[in-house]
Nanobody
Framework: QVQLVESGGGLVQAGDSLRLSCENFGRTFSTYAMGWFRQAPGKEREFVAAISWNSLNARYTDSVKGRFIISRDNAKNMVYLQMANLEPADTAVYYC???????????????????WGQGTQVTVSS
């Protein structure tokens, strides 16, 4: 397992943007696929996005396509989730996740994180 620390959550209004950040404290960040999950109150944790080790491949859940962008900076051991046009339905605790696997193509079904961050709250008011 590797330590992951998220930041950037907060309270915003519908239509606003927010960027989440996650630092991976492992020494071999480029060997990890990285992703984001979220859990709303009373619901199960769900996949949001994932990105391959070399940034050449990314996947998104349908509800965030066209609004969210996942990116990473291997030189800084960082992964980001840029969220735009936020909706109240996006309200959740967002978790950074890591799997030590160099996917050529990462998918929501294949991505099986072995490490999780502590979560950061995103609240979108209407």
């Amino acid at each position: 397992q590797v330590q992951l620390v998220e930041s950037g959550g907060g309270l915003v209004q519908a239509g606003d943007s927010l960027r989440l950040s996650c630092e991976n404290f492992g020494r071999t960040f480029s060997t990890y696929a990285m992703g984001w999950f979220r859990q709303a109150p009373g619901k199960e944790r769900e996949f949001v996005a994932a990105i391959s080790w070399n940034s050449l491949n990314a996947r998104y859940t349908d509800s965030v396509k066209g609004r969210f962008i996942i990116s990473r900076d291997n030189a800084k051991n960082m992964v980001y989730l840029q969220m735009a046009n936020l909706e109240p339905a996006d309200t959740a605790v967002y978790y950074c996740a890591a799997e030590q696997r160099q996917y050529t193509v990462v998918t929501a079904q294949a991505f099986k994180p072995g490490s999780w961050g502590q979560g950061t709250q995103v609240t979108v008011s209407s």
